[in-house]
């Protein structure tokens, strides 16, 4: 399951534009909108400090959140975020509410173990990983906080695709029409470690 869920606090806005969004955010606030769930939007004002927290504290975008506005409370999950070029602090965030079966499309990070037990790592091999994240179709309340690719025994030149990757029940594949490629395991600029080839080859065979 994704991180922890957690609570927000909420004010309606009834003015919008920019105008009002600059005001806003000069108040230590952000202009953020409810939507979906086949209802009307709803413009809301945030904590700067607290949204920027969770933003940074990472799993934002896959993490259901609950949002209370007047004391009304919105389970939702963040859609999309947009932060200032310059200053690096948040402007506006979009949440999509959910419901128990609310399907959502949402980007899975990936986490490699048995690096250690990598033969091709353990001679000099570097693991060129051509995803960080894999986009999958899933139920809203059961978000996957990471997908683990295991590299227990992986060689240079070896790929590991998506085939590799074992994803828990109701979750699939927004590419689902092709095994692409997670990470491959290339030589090393300088060549590779012939000892540490031949030793790893030596642990395989016993």
């Known amino acids: ?83 200032d070029p310059v200053r690096d602090f948040t402007m506006h965030v979009d949440f999509l509410r959910v419901s128990g079966n609310t399907q959502v499309t949402v980007e899975i990070p990936v986490h490699f173990i048995n690096e250690e037990k990598s033969q091709g790592l353990k001679a000099g091999g570097v693991l060129n990983i051509v995803r960080h994240e894999i986009e999958v179709h899933c139920p809203a309340d059961a978000i996957p906080e990471f997908f683990n690719v295991d590299l227990n025994g992986k060689k240079i030149g070896d790929s590991i695709h998506i085939s590799d990757v074992t994803l828990p029940k109701g979750v699939s594949l927004v590419i689902a029409d092709r095994d692409f490629t997670v990470a491959t395991i290339i030589a090393p600029a300088g060549g590779v470690d012939e000892t540490a080839v031949e030793a790893g080859e030596g642990e395989a065979e016993a």
Not at 12 to 21: H, I, P, Q, Y
Not at 28 to 54: F, M, W
């Open 1 to 83: 399951m994704s991180h922890e869920s957690y609570e927000l606090k909420a004010e309606a806005r009834e003015r919008v534009g920019k105008g009002s969004a600059r005001e806003l955010r000069r108040n230590g606030l952000i202009p953020a909108v409810i939507y979906g769930d086949k209802q009307a939007p709803i413009s809301i004002a945030l904590n700067t400090n607290e949204v920027t927290k969770r933003i940074h504290a990472g799993g934002f975008m896959t993490t259901i959140a609950t949002i209370e506005v007047d004391g009304k409370k919105y389970k939702v999950l963040p859609k999309d975020y947009q932060l």
